[in-house]
Nanobody
Framework: QVQLVESGGGLVQAGGSLRLSCAASARTLEYYYIGWFRQAPGKEREGVSC????????EYGDSVKGRFTISRDNAKKTVSLQMIRLSPEDTAVYYCAAGLSLPGICAVRSPGYDYWGQGTQVTVSS
């Protein structure tokens, strides 16, 4: 019911910033909660952040709290992830995902997300 396309990844030096975007194809984005996940080579997929159908509720993984900020623009049908003070440990493929489970409160874990994008590569050099 919704297709997701990530963009904004690339190569950045440690200490730099990147903004990732997730463009959604849906009749109404506001019905979905959105999560960002990442997976580095040889590691398990990790929850990064999520935003509920209510814009005021967000969650962040401990490793990114204070450095990453998630936001959504329902009118433009996009969700962004602003990343600052990046380190090599942030290198991974970043995925956005969407879910419709009630009551619409998100969590930074994979269960509950039914739709996934193809991912965008983020590489942070030392």
């Amino acid at each position: 019911q919704v297709q997701l396309v990530e963009s904004g990844g690339g190569l950045v030096q440690a200490g730099g910033s990147l903004r990732l975007s997730c463009a959604a194809s849906a009749r109404t984005l506001e019905y979905y909660y959105i999560g960002w996940f990442r997976q580095a080579p040889g590691k398990e997929r990790e929850g990064v952040s999520c935003i509920s159908t209510r814009n005021g509720h967000t969650e962040y993984g401990d490793s990114v709290k204070g450095r990453f900020t998630i936001s959504r623009d329902n009118a433009k049908k996009t969700v962004s992830l602003q990343m600052i003070r990046l380190s090599p440990e942030d290198t991974a493929v970043y995925y956005c995902a969407a879910g419709l489970s009630l009551p619409g409160i998100c969590a930074v874990r994979s269960p509950g997300y039914d739709y996934w994008g193809q991912g965008t590569q983020v590489t942070v050099s030392s």
